[in-house]
């Protein structure tokens, strides 16, 4: 059974930093691409980073772009987000998901809260 | 970057209605687009890919079409668990955007 869960979430105050984990089991890590998907209280989803199996090609949406860093450590099967200069609009829930090549996603972890405020 | 616009943002209809939900993409790609459904307090779950396959076990009065820069989810018959909020999916590459959601409620 595939499983992701993610952990790292809390308060912190605007300008500060946080680093997401989403640990992964149930399916073979290394062998699959994976995303942070965010959604504000009350919002839409939002697809913030992707990263490719090795780590080697990452992508970020123009809101992130530049204070978070998407990375994974296939030896431990676990996907990060380093978040920094956090800032209120950055409140969300940040969800980890499977992402098969050329499909949808197909897994997704429950969510981690993440609350920026002073 | 291709922009995902769905309409309506929110609609209203009786248990037994059609309904129609509508997404448009700022230019064509193929079509590589899902539609997720997603109820409160959950998380998303798909329901159709590749545009118009519908994902094993989604109910059949579910159905997807369009191409190129205009798809379509449809609910033949809403049923009163389809309360939920819609999210059309591109997903050929980064970044894989989503539109901005329909949220669906029973008259």
């Known amino acids: 059974e595939v499983q992701l869960l993610e952990s790292g979430g809390g308060l912190v105050q605007p300008g500060g930093s946080l680093r997401l984990s989403c640990a992964a089991s149930g399916f073979t890590f290394s062998n699959s691409a994976m995303t942070w998907v965010r959604q504000a209280p009350g919002k839409g989803l939002e697809w913030i980073s992707s990263i490719n199996t090795n780590g080697g090609d990452t992508n970020y949406a123009d809101s992130v772009k530049g204070r978070f860093t998407i990375s994974r450590d296939n030896s431990k099967n676990t996907l990060y987000l380093q978040m920094n200069s956090l800032r209120a609009e950055d409140t969300a829930i940040y969800y980890c998901?499977?992402?098969?090549?050329?499909?949808?996603?197909?897994?997704w972890g429950q969510g981690t809260l993440v609350t920026v405020s002073s | 970057d291709i922009q995902m616009t769905q309409s309506p943002s929110s609609l209203s209809a009786s248990v037994g209605d059609r309904v129609t939900i509508t997404c448009r993409a700022s230019q064509g790609f193929s079509n590589s687009l899902a539609w997720f459904q997603q109820k409160p307090g959950k998380v998303p779950q798909l329901l159709i890919y590749a545009a118009s396959t519908l994902q094993s076990g989604v109910p059949s009065r579910f159905s997807g079409s369009g191409s190129g820069t205009d798809f379509t989810l449809t609910i033949s018959s809403l049923q009163p668990e389809d309360v939920a909020t819609y999210y059309c999916?591109?997903?050929?590459?980064?970044?894989?955007?989503f539109g901005q959601g329909t949220k669906v409620e029973i008259k």
């Open positions: 999916h591109k997903y050929n590459h980064a970044p894989r955007t």
């Open positions: 998901v499977k992402t098969p090549y050329g499909a949808p996603f197909d897994y």
